[in-house]
């Protein structure tokens, strides 16, 4: 697909400014009838087509940051809005954050809502309805014309914005090695869904650890989640289906969990199967929450520095938004994993 | 004071419309002479003080909810934005939500912001510093100017709008009650500094529980902590004075703590201290969060309901804004709690 034109291109190409290109496309009278044949005339040329958001807007600095996270009970996005506070406060920037519930239709919705002027430019992370349509024509959208915007933790790679992800392919295989340091034989690993990318990552992180180790795998020892509902009946059929799993595997002696809240109800199943924790059987969890730290044992971890990743997030915006930026290259930038220790390891 | 007069009020008594009244204010050449003059008077009179947010706004119906909550990072208020979120989707609303972060100035900024055409109204906890400072000007401003607020938990009695708390006294005495009739005779208390409301009224319910027995109210068994700050080293201090109260009192049979993670705590002191829970002593926490659920054991707790909360905040909201309300009647309304009885309790 050939790449759209941006308001901001036009405006350098034609030498006029910005809100010159979009009042000239709106064909207001304010601007001269030969500049807006010109402008419409090479909009057309490169195919520009406009919609409502965003328009116009470029000339007014609003200071504002909109910040668009698929659930808000979940410390992980918790901690990188506070991250995206701290740092956007130091430049003098404010936040106001929408909820998309994992659910397309609210993304749109609420990057629609926000883009309309009350802001100037977006740091978000992707709903798993959109990863699962794989529909990101309001992310282009908005893109093109002229609204940066900043991915992290579930991006998508071929976007023309900047990202900021963590290592969790890294971070995972990490994890797989220390419990095989420590000993364990047999790790089985709790995940999720494919179509989530930090799930997808994190499986092959397992996987290629496994695999390294010269040690066979075995697709008894994955359990993937579906976690497209995350309600109180959920958390029961989470723990059955983590009960099924040390039920196939009685031998099991290591688990690997992509996130805390499923290592804390696996080591919950084990303690109620009479195993002790970390003599018979080692957890590890992804994501340094509060529940890690007061767990008993409390978990040992692979940390995401969620509040680091909200202040690059929102450094790599301001940056974008108060300089005259290179349109055609972004930054990926990774967050480096640690390995907190605690006692659910030896 | 005397109760300022709002547009809509003038707009009535003069029998024009609120944006007359906010155009005639401004002496917009676009109100006759004649109009502008009376309301101008009227407004002398009766000593209306506009400021810049919301004025002109209601006319323009964005449907949109914005929502100012102290802290992120925590399992109350992001239960309450999920009760907000779900209630005004079904209304056809979106909701947005701004932090802040305990501070008097950023609290003022973001109802700047989002007053200024952004939403229809506010839903909103205090934060401490305000709490402390005592100076409401803002949301009397706000009100003044006819845009509605609804406030959740930290609230002030005195301001016209509707309010959503939970019964703390009646939440606490409860708990307290409960440790009495499972056998506890001497109860610690882990709670906040007096300026945070909820804190006050929780205390007092202790209090008027253990008098209530007929038991000895002892000063050494009350700890007050100091939150305004929530850093990692604060949990340290935290936990020390914690271990000073178990010190001080070493037939402490029973804690109350106002919240979960002051509840858990309290147990690893106890487990470090080789106290048997619940055989030694028994806690019971306040706030039904994720902690509480997975904490080992499982902590009893007076649940507050906060997803109920935020539904009922936004169904008294979007109430005040789609139906002509009236304006000197605003409604208390009182969310029972529950006490949710787990392990750490007989």
Chains 1, 2 share one sequence.
């Not at 430019?121 to 794989?134: P, R, Y």
């Not at 014309?145 to 991006?155: K, N, S």
Request: some cysteine; proline content about 1%; hydrophobic content about 40%.
């Amino acid at each position: 697909m050939k790449r759209k034109i941006t308001l901001k291109q036009i405006a350098k190409e034609l030498d006029v400014s910005i809100s010159t290109v979009s009042k000239a496309l709106r064909n207001s009278i304010e601007i001269s009838e030969d500049t807006r044949e010109k402008v419409q005339a090479f909009a057309k040329l490169y195919n520009y087509r406009p919609n409502n958001i965003a328009l116009s807007l470029k000339n007014r600095k609003t200071k504002t940051i909109g910040v668009i996270i698929p659930e808000i009970v979940h410390h992980f996005f918790s901690k990188v809005i506070k991250g995206i506070e701290l740092l956007a406060n130091t430049k003098g920037y404010n936040v106001i954050v929408g909820l998309s519930n994992e659910s397309f239709d609210k993304e749109v919705l609420n990057m629609e809502m926000l883009a309309n002027g009350s802001i100037d430019g977006f740091i978000l992370s992707i709903s798993k309805e959109t990863l699962m349509k794989q529909d990101y024509h309001h992310f282009n959208e908005t893109i093109n014309q002229g609204m940066p915007i900043v991915m992290f933790d579930r991006v998508i790679n071929d976007l023309n914005c900047d990202k900021v992800i963590v290592d969790d392919y890294e971070g995972s295989t990490k994890a797989v090695n220390f419990l095989i340091d420590k000993g364990c034989k047999s790790i089985g690993l709790i995940t999720t869904m494919d179509y989530v990318s930090v799930g997808r990552l994190r499986t092959q992180g397992y996987i290629s650890a496994i695999e390294n180790q010269g040690a066979e795998l075995n697709a008894e020892l994955i359990l993937k989640i579906d976690d497209s509902n995350t309600s109180e009946e959920q958390i029961d059929i989470l723990e059955s289906q983590i009960e099924q799993l040390f039920e196939n595997n009685k031998n099991m002696d290591g688990v690997f969990a992509v996130n805390e809240l499923y290592a804390l109800i696996a080591m919950k199943v084990a303690r109620k199967r009479g195993l002790k924790i970390p003599e018979d059987i080692q957890f590890i969890g992804f994501t340094d929450g509060v529940l890690s730290k007061h767990a008993t044992p409390s978990l040992t971890t692979v940390s995401q520095h969620a509040q680091a990743m909200g202040e690059k997030a929102a450094s790599l915006l301001i940056n974008r938004l108060e300089n005259e930026e290179d349109e055609e290259h972004f930054e990926k930038v990774i967050i480096e994993t640690d390995l907190i220790e605690r006692n659910s390891t030896k």
